[in-house]
């Protein structure tokens, strides 16, 4: 089997917003094949970089577009397709953009072994150790405390027993804040899960008064309070929170991951599979956090190539609190899937088809498509 082409699709919602949303924008990556398999995968990052980090050309040896690199090899080859698309880029590479695009190309990739074999990936990486997984909501909070009560309520109605809510107004005042979870507890009740995303870098002194304050209403986790390279202030943190901290969607490859748990005391991580280097790197990352007891909760707010992926790595995963499920209301995440990824009773199936397990909408495609 040999790789006849990379398609790139930029996707688009007709306006776009300043806001939390990162899925106003998605690049599709297709990997067509001589015998007729395609794979599909999916960058989250700025989709018209990511499409020209693979329709660039070749500069030198360690600093090519990737899309040539692929043409002509075997698709099944993932290990080596992987090093070869690292080294070649590494001038420009290593982290980053360029890595979320490895991210998205792995996830093809994948795809297609899995459907050369009419697999579900899950199978081809050991099995699965369970066949359902919890999901929370993940929202963007209004900024206006009726109006996160009623989202709550919204959630808790659709059967989710977990929630989240950031990048608004929470975090920025931290005794409203404490006061503001205090109420959402109040109207969720003692049995949902609530985690809060402060989704920029607050003081530290902030986040450890938050993180101390919150605890009294128990919540799972606070995510991403400081500056994601502020290993000493993690470190500062996490010894003296009560409430867990949580952090790393905004991280790519496992070197991070490592210093987050070893020196930043983290004892829940965030990887997004669309970003860190695929499903690849984030089963090399989930090994050294399962050594460490260390929980994965993977970040996961885009489309239902992205929730595909994320899955058939909780199914493998020793442990898998939750799948975060991205709940606002984007036509584009909504529609990109023939069939797509719905919470019952607050959880989610593994797919079940070859491959990711994931067929695109192609009349939603051709309707979002933009040129660039
Ligand atoms: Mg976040």
Redo the contacts with the bound molecule.
């Keep these: 089997m040999k790789i006849t082409d990379v398609e790139t699709i930029l996707l688009s919602l007709p306006q776009i917003r300043e806001i939390g949303d990162g899925c106003q924008d998605l690049l599709v990556v297709k990997i067509h094949t001589d015998e007729g398999i395609t794979g599909v995968g999916e960058v989250h990052t700025n989709a018209p970089a990511a499409k020209a980090v693979i329709e660039a050309p070749l500069m030198s040896v360690s600093a090519s577009g990737m899309g040539r690199l692929l043409v002509g090899e075997d698709p099944r080859d993932i290990n080596r397709l992987w090093d070869k698309l690292y080294r070649k880029t590494q001038s420009y590479g290593r982290r980053g953009l360029a890595i979320h695009v490895l991210s998205g190309i792995d996830m093809a990739l994948w795809d297609i072994l899995g459907k050369s074999l009419g697999q579900p990936v899950w199978r081809l990486l050991g099995g699965a150790r369970r066949r359902k997984v919890p999901a929370y909501a993940s929202d963007l909070d209004p900024g206006d405390p009726g109006a996160l009560k009623e989202l709550a309520q919204k959630h808790a109605a659709n059967g989710f027993r977990a929630m989240k809510f ?2 608004g107004g929470l975090g920025g005042n931290v005794r409203q804040t404490v006061q503001t979870v205090a109420e959402l507890r109040g109207t969720v009740g003692d049995d949902v899960d609530i985690m809060i ?1 402060l ?1 920029f870098a607050a003081p530290l002194e902030d986040a450890i008064y938050l993180g101390r304050g919150l605890a009294d209403h128990g919540v799972y986790f606070l ?2 309070p400081l500056d994601p390279d502020d290993l000493a202030g993690f470190s500062r943190l996490t010894a003296v929170s009560p409430t867990p901290i949580a952090t790393g ?1 905004k991280e790519t490859m496992l070197q991070p991951y490592l210093d987050l748990m070893d020196r930043g005391g983290l004892r829940i991580i ?1 990887p997004d599979v669309a970003r860190v280097g695929g499903i690849t790197e984030t089963l090399r990352i989930l090994a050294h956090a399962e050594a460490r007891g260390v929980r994965v909760i993977p ?1 996961c ?1 885009s489309a239902d190539i992205l929730i595909a992926a994320t899955l058939h790595v909780l199914a493998v995963a020793r442990e898998a609190p939750y799948l975060e499920f991205n709940a606002t209301d984007n036509p584009l995440r909504r529609e990109l899937a023939a069939a797509p990824f719905r919470p019952i009773d607050g959880l989610v199936a593994m797919p079940d088809g070859p491959g990711l397990g994931v067929e695109l909408n192609e009349e939603a495609v051709q309707r979002y498509r933009v040129a660039v």
Excluded: T
């Design positions: 950031g990048w995303d989704g995510e991403e969607e965030q970040h707010w």
